[in-house]
């Protein structure tokens, strides 16, 4: 998951928005080194964006009760004690600025819904092809070949929607930037018919 974290996260979450510092050196540093710990653990996936605990006799109370604590002020963290045991369960926080478009989704989860739930009703969808015709000034059959390398494209990165609407607005962006994919072929395709024919 680590790979996915940006140093914009540990900014935004240690310095106020002049660059000031909310925490002490001391207190950042251990965060820092928490985090760092504890993504390269997990795997990329949506889900593990979550609280996790840390147990007491990784991160000794005593030694650092200070930063703990002012980690815990600013809402980073809340320290649990059960019979003079320590634990410290860490707020996701983080999950906010990790690129969730790139993380993997978990195909069980009925909440994720990538390009395969959406893919016939997007296919019935003449009016998208219509418009980004118009907007992109290609004809239909190119239109309806940059639709079906979107749906490809979409399948091997498993991008996640909200709806249809969802995807449908991915299209109209992607074919802005994507054209050039069947205006190449077309172009190919001219040339190849003037030698053979």
């Not at 996915?4 to 001391?26: F, H």
């Not at 993380?103 to 739930?117: A, E, G, V, Y």
């Not at 059959?141 to 749906?151: G, H, P, Q, S």
Request: charged content about 30%.
């Amino acid at each position: 998951m680590l790979a996915y974290t940006s140093l914009e996260y540990i900014d935004s979450v240690l310095n106020d928005s002049n660059g000031k510092a909310k925490a002490t050196m001391k207190a950042q540093l251990l965060y820092i080194r928490i985090i760092i710990k504890h993504l390269k653990s997990i795997e990329a996936t949506i889900e593990n964006i979550k609280d996790f605990v840390i147990d007491g006799t990784i991160i000794k109370f005593e030694q650092f009760a200070p930063e703990l604590e002012e980690l815990a002020r600013m809402q980073l963290l809340q320290i649990k004690k059960l019979e003079n045991k320590y634990s410290y369960v860490f707020y996701p926080v983080w999950g906010k600025f990790v690129d969730k478009v790139r993380l993997k989704p978990d195909p069980s989860n009925p909440n994720i819904k990538t390009i395969h739930k959406y893919e016939k009703d997007f296919l019935m969808s003449d009016e998208i092809i219509e418009l980004v015709g118009m907007k992109e000034k290609i004809n239909y059959k190119n239109a309806t070949e940059l639709r079906l390398v979107f749906i490809m494209e979409q399948k091997a990165t498993d991008k996640i929607y909200q709806s249809l609407s969802d995807v449908k607005i991915h299209f109209i962006n992607w074919v802005k930037t994507n054209t050039h994919l069947v205006t190449e072929q077309t172009l190919k395709t001219a040339k190849g018919n003037r030698y053979n024919g």
